[in-house]
């Protein structure tokens, strides 16, 4: 076909897409001079990708199937608009080559390769078959087109167990499992292939050799229409959850010199079986020595920005221009690696409630500034709010420096300088991960978090001197700015108490631990504050999101917000999560402990599992909903009577409802 009708200039870009990656691609587009157009659904009325772009069009209901993925609509987007071309993004439909097609047929520019070439590399057994045509490594296996379960078995015997039973249309790391023995065999296929089909639509299976201690290897590639086509190094992608990618580095700290050239000519080899136009990535998986070719990605990938970091190359520039028609404007021996970058994925989750997605208004985003080697790609800003219909990840942090150790150490603490609220976010878990020995080390492989959840997930430490002093500074400090409008107040005269009482008791508990005290004394010379029978010297200088704390000749930085009765704070130590425990309130240690049997997310009931009288120990199974596709089981809170259950196998249930009511038991 004639590349000219495929790749010309344009001046107005749509982007089918949302979140961070439609506002990344929004901040190049407009920087190259070009008019965006966003794309955007009911839930996403108010999103930061609508607001960014010049003009946005909505595509129809919340449900991706109505609007993100419904290809008609976007076309007609793009025409009311007169958009002349369309960025897909990653996910949606940014490998599909229906959609590619519908662009050309439109007379759009898709920014990105043919349809061809993503038919071509879009199936895993396809693409294996082109690689070890090309002479790429690929890991031993089976792609052929047999899928009866005697030619399987066979494959899987002949290449040795462990094996890994693989959806040849899988992506995300759905239909795919592990299996150790020929006994698992059968029922790891069935199960796998039902997965593939509900996916995919596909069921179609390949075998391979499941690689010991594996690695992720990627390597970014980029090609243009006049035949030219680049490596731009490799990143390393092993820290993973469930096969999803949480941390991603650029370059790999496992590779040498010799092997990271090795990769990236497997690579272009790879690319160059298709003649590649566009960015894309060529992934292989590695026992650490050897790198095996796994699948090719056409598209941009969520880790892009660790690569551009040490290419100082922006790859949605050079994706619009090659869409322009125009050659790469360097050459292999131009492609300089500079440092190391190491990115981290921050989602909208619960880590120790399974990394449940957590749906909601974000009431604070306070990320620290993109200064010191620190890129942050948001897409979401305080106010908005994540739905439950989408992917939940809200940004991507970026860290820079010439040292991998220097780039983790910037990115541990940027996450740390991260106050999020109103959801929960995995920024702790990210912390913990980054800054573990055996990470730093890189003595990792794809299994590391999964055999390490309990130390990455472990909840805060029990507060010290210096957080429960913090926890004071915190409450007094918020009294008295809020005092501040009114200038008549007397918390306006710090110290200043109702007529008589020299001391105010306060106590703090971190979830259901116990209450800790500590007395502030206002004296005639400088207040104190007393933890049994320790008596330190404070003082307080407020700042930005927080104050110094003077502890005894020691002033230390004390990151702070305030919601109601939740403190969170930040002190060197880490970050606390404090209930203060209100005087006033009457609060029981038992009420505020009392939890609400409510589910955590919209949902559906799919299971009860106790009758009502029922007696229940503590943790026993109550329901199971089903949320975002995932099951989720609600359990007694404590030990007691099951006095109700308010729901039904079938109900579909908001945020907040109380589905079931226990009374509790005796002592
Ligand atoms: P998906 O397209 O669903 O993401 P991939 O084929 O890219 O599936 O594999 C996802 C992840 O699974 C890889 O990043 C790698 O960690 C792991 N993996 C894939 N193939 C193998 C293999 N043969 N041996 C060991 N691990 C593998």
Known sequence: MDRSKLYRRFRTLLIANRGEIACRVIRTARAMG????????????????????????????????????????????????????????????????EFAHACLDAGLVFVGPTAGMMTAM???????????????PLVPGYHGEAQDEATLAKAADKIGFPILVKASAGGGGRGMRIVRSAAELGPAIVSAKREAKAAFGDDRMLIEK???????????????????????????????RRHQKVIEEAPSPTLNAAQRETVCAAARKAAGAVDYVGAGTIEFVSDGKDVFFIEMNTRLQVEHPVTELITGIDLVEWQLRVAFGEALPLRQDEIRLNGHAVEARVYAENPTKNFMPSVGRISTWRLPAETGGLRIDAGYREGDSVSPYYDAMLAKMIAWAPTRDVAIERLNRGLEDSDVR????????????????????????????????????????????????????????????????????????????PVGRRQRHFAFRVGHG????????????????????????????????????????????????????????????????????????????????????????????????????????????????????????????????????????????????????VEPSGE
């Not at 129809?60 to 897909?88: F, Q």
């Not at 895993?124 to 002479?135: D, V």
């Not at 997930?457 to 005092?483: I, K, Y």
């Open 514 to 661: 116990p209450e800790q005290k500590i007395t502030l004394n206002y004296g005639s010379g400088p207040s104190t504050l007393v933890i049994g029978d320790r008596e330190l010297a404070f003082a307080i200088a407020p700042k930005d999101g927080g104050f110094d704390l003077t502890l005894d000749g020691v002033k230390s930085s004390v990151a702070a917000v305030i919601d109601g009765h939740e403190l969170y704070l930040r002190t060197r130590h880490g970050r606390f999560d404090l209930h203060w425990v209100d005087p006033f309130g009457g609060e029981t240690e038992e009420q505020a402990g009392a939890d609400k049997i409510a589910a955590p997310l919209p949902g559906t009931v799919v299971a009860v599992l106790a009758e009502e009288g029922a007696t229940l120990e503590k943790g026993a199974p109550i329901l199971t909903l089903e949320v975002m596709k995932m099951e989720q089981t609600l359990r007694a809170p404590y030990a007691g009577v099951l006095k109700s259950i308010k729901c039904k196998v079938g109900d579909i249930v908001q945020e907040g409802v109380e589905l079931a009511v």
């Open 34 to 97: 070009l008019r965006t157009v966003a794309v955007y659904s009911e839930a996403d009325r108010d999103a930061m990708h609508v607001a960014l772009a010049d003009e946005a069009v909505l595509l129809g209901p919340a449900r991706a199937r109505d609007s993100y993925l419904n290809v008609e609509r976007l076309i007609e987007a793009a025409r009311k608009t007169g958009a002349e071309a369309v960025h897909p993004g990653y996910g949606f439909l940014s490998e599909n080559a």
């Open 422 to 497: 109103g959801i929960v976010t995995n920024i702790p878990f990210l912390s913990a991960l980054i800054t573990h020995q055996k990470v730093r080390a890189n003595a990792i492989d794809t299994g590391f978090i999964e055999r390490e959840l309990a130390v990455l997930t472990q909840a805060t430490p029990a507060p010290g001197e210096l957080e429960l002093c913090a926890a004071v500074a915190a409450v007094v400090n918020d009294e008295r700015q809020a005092a501040q409008v009114d200038a008549n107040s007397p918390w306006q005269t710090f110290g200043w108490m």
């Open 122 to 136: 879009g199936s895993k057994s396809g693409s294996k078959a082109l690689m070890e045509k090309a002479g790429v």
């Open 210 to 240: 499941y690689v010991d201690n594996p690695r992720h290897i990627e390597v970014q590639i980029i090609g243009d229409s006049h035949g030219n086509l680049l490596s731009l190094f490799e990143r390393e992608c092993t820290l993973q």
